[in-house]
């Protein structure tokens, strides 16, 4: 244990030493406009822990896009442009990893494919879908923040109780739809990335689009027509007799041959 835990644990509070302590139940967001610098001497723990995460990372592996639009980022997630650096000295330097690992690396700014030729040319489709969903999601976050500033520097200024309501609400709408927004473009351009190209992204998009379509047809069929359910498991089983009779017609001409 660090230092000062000892010295807690033992209600020892010197007069210089005064700890901090800040829960939050909800999401919370925290926007800077500057350089943000943290200065630590002595430990720095971080427990993450996302239930959320760890149920849709099973949906997500069949069904990325939904996963993405109905939970966006989770886990741990560090988004950056420009510059990202990490630097240990002394150590030990340990990183344990027991999942799925995918990793993808280039020294080039814009995406690259290779040509008819075999050559490696610029990705123009990916290069500009990356580049316009890094400037949305940039944007987004920016000009929600910024939003979310000054309404509450007039909040704050203002002496009428229906203002300061009006306001409260507004705040809390943006607070969410900033960080919901945010959230969803990243888990998109990280799906954009995984699938290596503009075409196989919009092909995920159609294969889920349809999808989906087939089961909210089975379920205004089952829901909103008459003796729905009915016309669903006799669809049900069609389905299983046609199968049944493929099936049994390949097995009688193995055994003819």
Same mark, same amino acid.
Request: with cysteine.
């Given at each position: ?55 849709? #990372? *099973? /949906?997500?592996?069949? %069904? ?6 109905? !939970? ?6 560090? @988004? ?102 945010? #959230? *969803? /473009?990243?888990?998109? %351009? ?6 290596? !190209? ?6 995920? @998009? ?52």
């Amino acid at each position: 244990m660090p230092f000062f835990d000892w010295l807690e644990m033992g209600g020892v509070h010197p007069s210089w030493f005064k700890g901090s302590c800040n829960v939050t139940v909800g999401d919370a967001l925290s926007g800077t406009f500057g350089a943000s610098h943290t200065h630590i001497f002595g430990a720095d723990v971080k427990l993450v822990c996302d239930p959320e995460d760890l149920v849709m #990372g *099973r /949906i997500e592996k069949y %069904l990325p896009l939904v996963s993405n639009l109905l !939970s966006g980022m989770g886990g741990c997630t560090t @988004w950056v442009y420009g510059s990202s650096t990490s630097a240990t000295y002394v150590g030990p330097q340990m990183s344990i990893r027991r999942a799925h690992h995918i990793d993808k690396t280039s020294d080039n700014i814009l995406a690259r494919k290779k040509n008819d030729e075999g050559k490696e040319v610029i990705d123009v489709a990916m290069a500009v879908v990356v580049g316009l969903g890094s400037v949305l999601m940039c944007a987004t976050a920016a000009g929600l923040d910024l939003a979310i500033r000054f309404i509450y520097e007039e909040m704050e200024n203002t002496k009428s109780t229906e203002t300061k309501e009006h306001c409260e609400k507004v705040i809390e709408t943006l607070k969410v739809l900033s960080y919901t927004l945010t #959230g *969803r /473009i990243m888990a998109l %351009l990280k799906t954009l990335e995984e699938k290596g !190209s503009a075409a196989e992204f919009a092909k995920q @998009w159609l294969k889920e689009g349809k999808f989906v379509g087939l089961l909210a047809a089975h379920a205004a069929l089952g829901l909103f027509f008459p003796y729905g359910w009915a016309g669903l498991i006799l669809l049900y089983e069609e389905r299983n007799m046609k199968e049944t009779m493929k099936n049994a017609a390949l097995a009688l001409g193995e055994k003819e041959e």
